[in-house]
């Protein structure tokens, strides 16, 4: 069965420095989502990625991130100068149009430190 | 405003009891989608079930029920003869037809299914 792939599994980096998340989406699927979750929290909404662009973002995607498709299949999420409070387990997920179920990748732990 | 709200933080119950995990949920959108996931242990979030705002169906599937009201705005999740394996992390969520479909996610219910 397709699944949602998520590289790497576990990043630690310094604060201030820059971090890309890397997603395959399923590869039929055309809208692209990018969540977080704190520590012992619940699951936030980051950004949406649909036909190149984004669709909507909540106010944690400030301009510290951004996302991109560099081709066919990489779905990415990029902070570009990590604070400590970024910490967090972040989840791409991914659906197909005219389904709203999401599928979500066994996600990437970031620690900043 | 869309809001997901699971009163229950953690629960505990010995293996073979049933249990009830409660999701109460808010919006303005008359067209929904609700969803259950799970997330066990190892982190990752595992898709359970999905239910859309025109069918008020309950649904069962093996040992799992859904329970959905649209009077009370809940979407509760009942595990019948509970297992170890079922101890996790369960989120319910909410997203809404209009935008891009974000899901809002509850604060989730820690499950401890005990042997």
């Known amino acids: 069965e397709p699944e949602v792939t998520q590289t790497p599994s576990h990043q630690v980096t310094q604060m201030g420095q820059e971090v890309i998340l890397r997603c395959v989406p399923i590869?039929?699927?055309?809208?692209f989502y990018w969540y977080r979750q704190i520590l012992g929290q619940k699951v936030e909404f980051l950004v949406s990625?649909?036909?190149?662009?984004?669709?909507?973002k909540s106010e944690i995607f400030d301009d510290q991130f951004s996302v991109e498709r560099p081709d066919g299949s990489n779905f990415t999420l990029k902070i570009r100068s990590t604070k400590l409070e970024d910490s967090a387990m972040y989840f791409c997920?991914?659906?197909?149009?005219?389904?709203?179920?999401?599928?979500f990748g066994p996600g990437t732990r970031l620690l900043v430190l | 405003a869309q809001k997901v709200t699971q009163a229950q933080t953690e629960i505990s119950v010995v293996e073979k009891e049933d249990v009830t995990l409660d999701c109460v949920y808010e919006?303005?959108?008359?067209?929904?989608?609700l969803f259950w996931y799970k997330q066990p242990p190892s982190g990752e979030l595992v898709f359970l079930i999905r239910?859309?705002?025109?069918?008020?169906q309950n649904e069962i599937s093996g040992r799992y029920s859904w329970n959905f009201q649209k009077s009370t705005s809940s979407f509760n999740f009942t595990i019948t003869a509970s297992q170890v394996v079922d101890s996790a992390v369960y989120f319910c969520?909410?997203?809404?037809?209009?935008?891009?479909?974000?899901?809002?996610f509850g604060p989730g219910t820690r499950l401890s299914v005990l042997p």
């Open positions: 997920a991914s659906r197909i149009r005219d389904q709203e179920t999401q599928y």
């Open positions: 590869s039929n699927h055309l809208y």
């Open positions: 990625f649909y036909n190149n662009e984004i669709s909507e």
């Open positions: 919006t303005r959108d008359t067209t929904y989608y």
């Open positions: 239910r859309n705002s025109f069918d008020e």
């Open positions: 969520a909410l997203s809404e037809a209009l935008g891009g479909q974000n899901f809002v």
